[in-house]
């Protein structure tokens, strides 16, 4: 997607402060942190949003997932932490492309908003 900015990320033509990488997966600083650990992990791939993930495609969430935990662990995380993803306009997604935040390091209220 030529102008989705997490694609720029991933191919290196808008800098990111990484936090983790391998072949399929990304994960960066946000630059507008809402918490001390403030970590977004997306798919290499272009996946507009949660909305479009399908049974040939799910195999990526997982692996976020594995990568989130791995990241809590290195962050020490050890209280507890929060994962979200925003799908769509109502729910206040701002970049179209599927990421899952990951913060921690301080408490959360709930429900959130
Ligand atoms: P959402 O509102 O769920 O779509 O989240 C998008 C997030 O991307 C926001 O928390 C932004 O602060 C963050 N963001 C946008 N552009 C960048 C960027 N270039 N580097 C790091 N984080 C970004």
Not at 67 to 78: P, T
């Amino acid at each position: 997607m030529d102008d989705c900015i997490f694609c720029k990320i991933v191919k290196g033509e808008i800098p990111s402060n990484k936090a983790y990488e391998d072949d399929k997966v990304l994960a960066f600083y946000d630059l507008e942190p809402q918490a001390p650990v403030h970590i977004l992990i997306i798919p290499k791939e272009h996946i507009k949003s949660a909305a479009e993930i399908t049974e040939e495609n799910s195999a990526i969430v997982a692996h976020i997932f594995e990568v989130a935990a791995k990241l809590a662990k290195e962050k020490q995380l050890d209280g507890g932490f929060r994962i979200v993803n925003n799908a769509g306009d109502d729910a206040g997604q701002s970049v179209k492309h599927l990421h899952f935040h990951l913060l921690g390091g301080r408490t959360f209220g709930w429900p959130a908003g």
